[in-house]
């Protein structure tokens, strides 16, 4: 028997003739490698690299006169063939390829469904802050014109004020929408970066302090396109809500990253409210939305608020 991995086959024999033995003959042939007998004067046959399988070797000898015995002897043999010539390894290995190539349709799938639904939301909230927001600068376009052409200008002037707001609105919305869509800004270092900006600029103009804590492991991750627009839209909705709401001097935002989980806090110094309020309830400041979006990417957000002791919105998303 050759095991697997053995590179040759070596047999030694000898013919019982001892006078004078240097004179005898010999033949083998090996079933299914040799096609005809193979005559030497050295009694062993050396066989190399042969097929797993059964085989059968024949043995013959003559002695000093030349006279052959023709009846000879036949040994059988057994080649177990390596592990990678085995049967169930080739299945084992097409069933591995063919597993591999299902696991990168299914992926390449699943990256397309994520895009898919990713457009359409883009589109979705491109068609309804865009289509709002153009009906309602239309609408106060022309009742604008229709002021100043019947002399009173004064009039116009806080219906341009709503117009330039609206296009200010409006052009932040396409702004956000391109970020969310560019593959080189995935990176939390830049999601980190646009909330400080946002955020000072934002605060600025009502003269409250805005402050930006990031811990050393927030950075250098990256995120899928419709997870960072959501926290950074569920962001935009809490800071505005401070800024528009909380009567507050400061604004702090923290941004962690412990355990594969991302943390996001906004908290404020203001007046805060009431549970069970219409604040609590989400009613016309969006967090109802807040929650929506978060639920979106696999998140959760929490609010906590009490009169006279601020607010605190608290985002937990898997990253």
Do not use: C
């Amino acid at each position: 028997m050759l095991r697997p991995g053995e590179n040759f086959l070596s047999i030694e024999f000898t013919a019982l003739n001892f006078s004078p033995s240097e004179r005898n003959q010999y033949a083998y042939r090996l079933d299914g490698f040799d096609e005809d007998w193979v005559y030497t004067n050295r009694p062993v046959a050396t066989y190399t690299n042969l097929d797993g399988g059964d085989y059968v070797l024949h043995l013959k000898a003559a002695n000093n006169d030349g006279i052959w015995n023709e009846t000879g002897i036949s040994l059988p043999i057994e080649v177990i063939p390596p592990l990678r010539e085995r049967w169930y390894f080739k299945l084992l290995l097409v069933l591995l390829v063919m597993g591999v190539l299902a696991g990168i349709w299914w992926l390449r799938k699943q990256q397309r469904n994520r895009l898919e639904t990713f457009r359409e939301s883009l589109a979705r909230d491109l068609h309804d802050e865009m289509g709002s927001t153009l009906s309602s600068i239309r609408f106060f376009s022309e009742f604008a014109r229709q002021q100043v052409s019947e002399g009173n200008a004064p009039a116009a002037e806080p219906i341009l004020q709503r117009i330039s707001t609206s296009v200010s609105s409006a052009s932040e919305s396409m702004q956000d929408i391109v970020w969310a869509m560019k593959n080189k800004d995935d990176s939390l270092d830049d999601l980190a970066a646009r909330m400080t900006e946002f955020g000072l600029r934002l605060m600025e103009s009502r003269n409250v302090n805005f402050k930006t804590h990031v811990s050393d492991d927030f950075l250098g991750k990256h995120l899928q396109p419709e997870v960072r627009r959501n926290i950074y839209l569920i962001f935009k909705e809490a800071v505005n809500n401070a800024a528009k709401y909380a009567e507050a001097s400061e604004v702090e935002l923290f941004l962690s990253v412990k355990k594969g989980w991302l943390l996001m806090k906004i908290t404020d110094n203001g007046k805060g409210f009431e549970a069970g309020s219409q604040h609590a309830d989400g009613g016309g400041n969006g967090l109802r939305n807040m929650r929506l979006r978060a639920e979106d990417i696999g998140g959760k957000v929490e609010i906590t608020s009490k009169p006279g002791e601020g607010t605190k919105v608290e985002l937990r998303v898997s990253v």
